[in-house]
């Protein structure tokens, strides 16, 4: 079956630095677009950063320059590094794989999530 797992996540001081991962089973990551989300107590589930299969980033304004996708399609796995972390980053941080088809979405799938929390 298909699975998610994240990992990584933790407590974390303002200013530190975590990775995130999210290694995947039963599906071959280097033909989906991959994203990571987050969600703050209160607050609606967000894209934070994104990279396709074809290896194209992209990252909401509020985490540019802080933070990196990358992915190791040898290990199946795709990485969150996260730098200069803020309180405000403070959320369940979520893996997702997309594999889209013309004008279909043909499969959606997401991890279970990790907690990260940046505080002193």
């Known amino acids: 079956q298909v699975q998610l797992v994240e990992s990584g996540g933790g407590l974390v001081q303002p200013g530190g630095s975590l990775r995130l991962s999210c290694a995947a089973s039963?599906?071959?990551?280097?033909?989906?677009?991959m994203d990571w989300y987050r969600q703050a107590p209160g607050k609606q589930r967000e894209l934070v950063a994104a990279?396709?299969?074809?290896?194209?980033?992209n990252y909401a304004d509020s985490v540019k320059g802080r933070f990196t996708i990358s992915r190791d399609n040898t290990q199946n796995t795709v990485y969150l590094q996260m730098n200069s972390l803020k309180p405000e980053d403070t959320a369940v941080y979520y893996c997702?794989?997309?594999?889209?088809?013309?004008?279909?979405?043909?499969?959606?799938?997401w991890g279970q999530g990790t907690q990260v929390t940046v505080s002193s």
């Open positions: 039963g599906i071959l990551l280097s033909i989906y677009d």
């Open positions: 990279i396709t299969s074809g290896g194209r980033t």
């Open positions: 997702n794989a997309k594999r889209l088809v013309g004008d279909w979405t043909l499969d959606d799938y």
